[in-house]
Structures are given as C-alpha cells and as structure tokens.
C-alpha cells in the first residue's frame, strides 16, 4: 500500500514527458509519493504540514502545496521550501511548465512562479480558491468557494460568467476543474453542482446528484469522470 497506516491521498498528477506520477496527502503529516518506474514515498520533505495538491513537468520539477504557507519543491537532488509572497493555505497547483506555474489558497490566494521567483496576482476576489487548471499559459481557471470562477487571459484575471439555475445564482463550494479544450471545461462542487463551460459562461448541467463532487477528469469532451463523497 502506498500510505501505510491509513491516512488519505487529495492531490495527484502525472508527466506526459517521462511518466513519472505524483501523489499528495497526509498519514498525519505531509506525505508525496511518486512513481519513476516504481512507487516511492518522497523522504527529506522540508515540510510536515498536511498537503492538498501536487504538480509536476517530470521527475525533476515537482511542487506541492498545502496548509500554512507549504510550498515545496524537487529539483532531481533535493527537497527545498519556498516561502509565498503571501502567507496562506494553499490549496491546488497548476502550470504549464517550469517557467509558468499557478497556485491558489484561502481568501483569494493566488501566487504566480516564472522559472525564478514566486509572485503575487491579483485574484480579484477574496473567496477561498480550490482548484486551477488551464490549456495554455493564457487560458487558465480557477474554482472556488460560493462559485467563484475566475480567469486568466493572458493580461489580469477576471470572474468568469455562470449562468443562473432558474434566475438563482450558483453559490455551491467549488472543487475541481478539468477540460480538453477553451470551449470544453468541466468544474465541480457542493451538492452535486456540475458545470460545463461552452467557451462563453458555465452553464449548469441537470442532473440528479447531491454528492458533493471533489474531482473531475475529461479524456475528451463525451467522456468525462467525476468523483465525491455523500
């Protein structure tokens, strides 16, 4: 088993360049497991908080983020901590390589890596962040709490438009987003809320659910999973 002694496994993500594969999570403290080949728990953490999510472009560049400012690095050798420009829960970590690389947390956290320092963005909202993703380096989304969607275009980040359920606004907790393409993005959350962004606004999917949904993964635009708890 990969965390023996029970504990639980929040954030994952694999390299299409080399296959090396991630996990993040806790057994009381952070633990990272990864897979070069075969699975192995990641040892000189510099860090024992709990973790909620990994990234990485391949076995030598891989980040994780979690709980009281954790932000930690692998570079091939070593394990290294970086201190944000902003101190916070982290809660999700996104790039589309080592020169460009997302991270978001509570009350609006957002921080930004250019292959040489970590810096501020202005989120433009104050609303604990879940999850980012994107197809490009401008065209990035996050998720968050209350329904907050947020983009990146490339210049500032701005709130992204969902359309209201019957004239109601969406205000359920969001936790995951995942797409194939700038007109094809899934995002998940609270009480079963599913949408689907059309590369106008979201729109909410009608479906009979009341799980709250923590994960989404689009192989491609009919064939899409999700995962939840009740």
């Not at 728990?41 to 990994?54: H, I, K, N, W």
């Amino acid at each position: 088993a990969l965390a023996k002694g029970g504990g639980k496994l929040v954030g994952s993500w694999g390299s299409d360049t080399d296959g090396t594969v991630c996990l993040a999570g806790d057994n009381g403290t952070g633990k990272v497991y990864c897979f070069k080949g075969q699975w192995k728990e990641e040892t000189g953490l510099p860090s024992s908080f709990l973790l909620a999510d990994v990234w990485l472009s391949g076995q030598n560049d891989i980040w994780v983020v979690g709980l009281s400012s954790t932000l930690m690095h692998w570079d091939g050798f070593s394990w290294t901590a970086f201190t944000p420009p902003v101190p916070g829960n982290l809660n999700s970590i996104w790039g589309t390589g080592p020169t460009d690389v997302w991270a978001v947390g509570d009350q609006g956290l957002l921080i930004h890596w250019d292959g040489t320092a970590w810096s501020t963005a202005a989120s433009q909202t104050t609303e604990h962040l879940r999850a980012a993703f994107g197809l490009a380096t401008n065209d990035v989304f996050v998720v968050g709490q209350k329904g907050v969607v947020m983009h990146y275009g490339g210049l500032v980040w701005a709130a992204s438009p969902v359309r209201p359920v019957q004239d109601v606004p969406v205000e359920d907790n969001l936790y995951a987003v995942h797409g194939v393409a700038s007109d094809d993005l899934w995002a998940v959350g609270g009480t079963g809320q599913v949408l689907r962004w059309d590369g106008a606004e979201w729109i909410s999917e009608e479906l009979e659910l009341t799980t709250t949904m923590r994960g989404v993964y689009a192989v491609a635009g009919n064939d899409v999973y999700a995962v939840g708890n009740d």
